[in-house]
């Protein structure tokens, strides 16, 4: 615990005055019960980890649990915030729930009359006090009967079985709905039998019956809550906010699920969750609107009915459920699936938490396309927000499911998309009274003296996207619907692949003169400043966005159009058609890159191939501020600025390769990089200034991110290198009237180093006339000891890990290094570790490798002759937990998998 605890201390005080504030919150749920002894040592562990929130599920109806856990957190206080002036201890926020039985009980007014009686005085279920005498499921929706029907004159003749149980028809040409399905309750005659049609005509046609909710055989009850009447909602968060005030929450917050509240209706149960925890409504939401007709629709990809179930959703949440819970002035915070089919821009006016699901987000997927999307949506509307944060649930704190490494590359992606604080779960598993595995953690969980280097590195890059805006090169005009759109997901999927920072703007914030400005030849939102708007896949423009396009093209703005030349919504006159002319090319339709340029030497590109957009970008280096020059296939950047810095995130998305890049800027300035096992930044030299223009070489192993700081105002330092062909430069010594370099290179051949200061330009060649190869270690007859086993090894033997899948292993190997190559500059590449690693040469601890890329700086700890090679692989916290619970958890594959090399690099010395 001093160990974490001096480490975050280390990253606050390097981070001086800045207003920090912590970047890791918890969800716990409280159904399996804390005991007081639990709860101290998670607050132990908030403390330490600088946690800031911890989010209580369930406690509405483990209110015992919810009251420790609120007398515990007043108890404890975070000297270490403190000194930052930030509020003690982490803040507890409350789900909003309704124990349903007890909810019932109090207002019987509100059930369905025709069901009260079997929902309170049935054999199956009856009350006693606020129980149920037996459970009540809630289950999926009845399947729709269909029905071939004959139409006479307009008018259909239908006597089904029990008509009250119909809540809605539908007809339709086929068995199956579409687009030309329509709604035919109106003129439904329940007594006679008759169904009268707003047409006269005649023929066949297919008949779709929805009928209401009822008890059906099994003991199972079909009901939903209406939250949509105004009267039940009332009655929830009134009996929700009762509850919370008897429980003497000093400073209370609340929070929401929504999807308790807005169902994924796409092809699943519409809620499949207990009865304990949310129930929804087959009433009204909005005039004659019913869930069910809209499931039933959206099952088969009516996007008429998607559209309706937007806008429902949208006036529920803002007419009726927003006003209802703001009753009270009480912080809110709403939790949604980031996969939900229906997400809507409303959610993301609020504090949301985008949950996502860690087994779909990978590169390639649609669901990672469409995860980044609503990521930069969230951006978009938290720019003018209070809190400015973008908030993700992604993983389980403890590593039982993912390594290290694993967690990184996700949380990298996020990073470049622009989410900026982490919501961790706790497996209720490690929490279990019985077990008492939460006070073992620290002694049996390998990972756990790592903890706080992971939850530091979270910190330091969330502080740094929070104190900064964005900064990208690109606005995107988003286009209504992105699920209809396909060519505008085609273009945000390619931007996203290519690793293209951008910002997007909706068609009312782009007319909005108070949000979206144009100024000259930029438009301005909030802080940012944009030269280049994108027009990506959006092929219908209104009037009044058109006319906007025009002025900022008018102005001297750059315009891209990708794809498609969008029409317009009826030319109503000239002018408009004028606009659209000077803008495009109107026919033929170009085959390549073209343009038209306004008086004010604004520029209007029309680019039909997603291949011609980075022949294009090159063009437009000059009024980029910052971009990727001979952009490689794995590149991606991201901009933060303030007053006084950039920050630019770079990574390497590709697990498998390296990548060497130039990060090119039209501003000038002093570059540092940002150290996150020190959480300090380190003078970075390779790189050089010409003019206003910054050049930065950068090699980044697989899965990398850094980050460089750049400083608007310094002065570059006495000397700069303005041009290199070495693979890395470290700094010696410099003052005003000497400089001390050490250059290293892989390969043989000439080099070219020019430094020069304000007055002298150095210019430097060697030759490097040979290279050593590369000393690969064998896998064979290495030797591995732990805990429970000792013996020679292969490296990635399976048969070892059976004997020992629990405890950590060190791998060791003595080597012969010819002295040659003690004169070079040599890395260890370790090839691949599951989960992660200490490496020692002689003995001597070198580093922890937490996470790739798996290779290491040897530090000149090696000498001529034998040398010992020691590599300490921790093995996941799954693993161990498997020989308790092997029904809950799995064993991981554990161990150093290689291949282990030593790759030389000549050392070259340039003193000046």
Not at 78 to 87: A, C, E, G, R
Not at 525 to 530: H, Q, S
Not at 553 to 577: C, D, H, S, W
Not at 773 to 801: C, H, K, M, T
Request: hydrophobic residues 40%.
């Amino acid at each position: 615990m001093a160990e974490s605890s001096s480490r975050l201390e280390l990253y606050l005080k390097n981070l001086g005055l800045f207003d920090v504030e912590p970047a890791v919150s918890i969800y716990l749920d409280l159904s399996s019960g804390f005991s007081q002894k639990q709860i101290r040592e998670l607050f132990t562990l908030f403390e330490t980890w600088a946690v800031n929130r911890v989010f209580l599920f369930g406690a509405m109806n483990n209110q015992s649990t919810a009251q420790a856990f609120l007398e515990i957190s007043r108890q404890h206080s975070t000297p270490l915030f403190q000194k930052k002036h930030l509020s003690p201890g982490p803040e507890i926020v409350i789900q909003f729930e309704t124990n349903p039985t007890r909810f019932f009980s109090a207002h019987r007014e509100l059930v369905n009359s025709d069901l009260l009686p079997q929902f309170f005085c049935s054999s199956e279920f009856s009350t006693s006090g606020d129980a149920w005498g037996q459970p009540v499921f809630i289950v999926p929706l009845q399947n729709p009967e269909v029905y071939e029907v004959n139409i006479q004159n307009g008018t259909i003749r239908f006597q089904p079985s029990n008509a009250k149980s119909i809540e809605a028809l539908f007809l339709g040409p086929s068995p199956v709905p579409g687009d030309q399905t329509v709604e035919v309750t109106a003129g439904f005659d329940r007594k006679k039998g008759l169904i009268r049609l707003d047409q006269k005509s005649s023929g066949q046609a297919w008949l779709h019956v929805l009928r209401a909710a009822r008890v059906s055989a099994g003991q199972t009850l079909q009901f939903y809550l209406n939250y949509g009447n105004l009267q039940t909602l009332g009655s929830l968060v009134d009996d929700f906010y009762s509850a919370l005030e008897k429980m003497h929450i000093e400073n209370p917050a609340v929070f929401y699920d929504l999807n308790m509240l807005i169902p994924d209706l796409s092809g699943q149960p519409l809620l499949p969750m207990p009865a304990d925890t949310g129930i929804l409504s087959t009433a009204q939401f909005n005039g004659n609107l019913k869930l069910e007709i809209l499931k039933f629709l959206i099952d088969h990809d009516n996007h008429r009915a998607a559209k309706t179930v937007l806008d429902v959703f949208t006036g529920f949440l803002n007419e009726r459920f927003e006003p209802a819970i703001h009753k009270k002035d009480i912080p809110t915070y709403y939790f949604l699936n980031i996969g939900h089919r229906f997400l809507h821009d409303s959610v993301f006016v609020r504090h949301s938490v985008l949950k996502i699901n860690e087994l779909r987000y990978y590169p390639g997927t649609s669901y990672f396309t469409h995860t980044n999307l609503h990521l930069r949506q969230a951006a978009r509307h938290n720019l003018s927000s209070e809190s400015g944060q973008v908030c993700v649930a992604l993983h389980q704190l403890f590593n039982t499911r993912r390594s290290f490494s694993e967690k990184k590359y996700q949380f990298d992606h996020l990073i470049m998309r622009g989410a900026s604080h982490f919501f961790f779960g706790i497996e209720n598993e490690l929490i279990e009274t019985e077990s008492d595995l939460l006070s073992q953690l620290p002694e049996v969980d390998p990972n756990f003296p790592v903890y706080h280097e992971w939850l530091a590195y979270l910190h330091q890059v969330s502080h740094f996207l929070k104190k900064s805006h964005p900064a990208p090169p690109f606005l995107i005009l988003e286009a209504d619907s992105h699920e209809e759109n396909t060519e505008y997901f085609a273009s945000i999927r390619f931007l996203d692949s290519q690793g293209y920072d951008f910002f997007l703007i909706q068609d009312r914030q782009f007319l909005d003169d108070a949000y979206c400005a144009i100024e000259e030849s930029q438009i301005s939102i909030k802080v940012m400043r944009f030269r280049i708007l994108i027009i990506a896949g959006k092929k219908l423009l209104t009037h009044d966005v058109l006319q906007r396009v025009y002025e900022f093209y008018e102005a001297g703005g750059i315009i891209i159009t990708l794809r498609y030349i969008p029409e317009v919504e009826q030319f109503k006159n000239r002018t408009i058609r004028q606009y659209h002319n000077e803008l495009w090319f109107s026919s033929p339709r170009p085959t390549g890159i073209s343009f038209k340029q306004s008086k004010k030497m604004g520029i209007s590109y029309f680019c039909p191939d997603f291949n011609e957009f980075t022949t294009l970008q090159e063009q437009l280096s000059s009024v980029i501020q910052f971009s990727i020059a001979d952009k490689p296939a794995a590149a991606a950047l991201h901009m933060q600025e303030d007053h006084k810095l950039f920050y630019a995130f770079v990574f390497n998305p590709d697990a498998h390769r390296p990548v060497r890049m130039n990060l090119r800027g039209s501003r000038a300035g002093r570059p540092f990089l940002w150290d996150f096992s020190k959480a300090e930044s380190v003078e970075y030299l390779d790189y050089y200034l010409d003019g206003q223009q910054l050049d930065l070489r950068i090699n980044l192993e697989p899965a990398e991110l850094k980050l460089f700081v750049i400083d608007k105002h310094s002065q570059p330092p006495v000397w700069q290198i303005r041009r290199s062909s070495l693979d890395g430069v470290d700094l010696m010594t410099a003052n005003e009237n000497h400089l001390t370099l050490e250059g290293w290179q892989r390969e043989s051949g000439p080099f070219t180093l020019e430094l020069a200061t304000k007055n002298e330009i150095r210019q430097i060649s060697y030759e490097i006339k040979e290279k050593l190869p590369v000393l690969n270690i064998r896998p064979q007859n290495w030797f591995a000891e732990s805990a429970d086993f000792q013996g020679q090894v292969n490296l990635g033997d399976f048969s070892l890990y059976d004997k020992i899948p629990r405890s950590p292993v060190i791998f060791h190997k003595v080597i012969i290094i010819p002295r040659a190559y003690i004169e070079q500059r040599l890395f260890l590449d370790i090839g691949l570790v599951k989960d992660w690693c200490s490496v020692f040469i002689n003995d001597q601890l070198v580093t922890k490798k937490l996470y790739a890329p798996w290779y290491v700086d040897t530090k000149d700890l090696l000498k001529s002759g034998e040398n010992k090679i020691s590599i300490k692989v921790n093995t996941s916290l799954s693993n161990l937990l498997s020989g308790r619970r092997p029904e809950r958890y799995t064993v991981r594959e554990f161990g150093l998998w290689g291949p282990v090399r030593l790759i030389p690099f000549s050392k070259v010395k340039i003193s000046i």
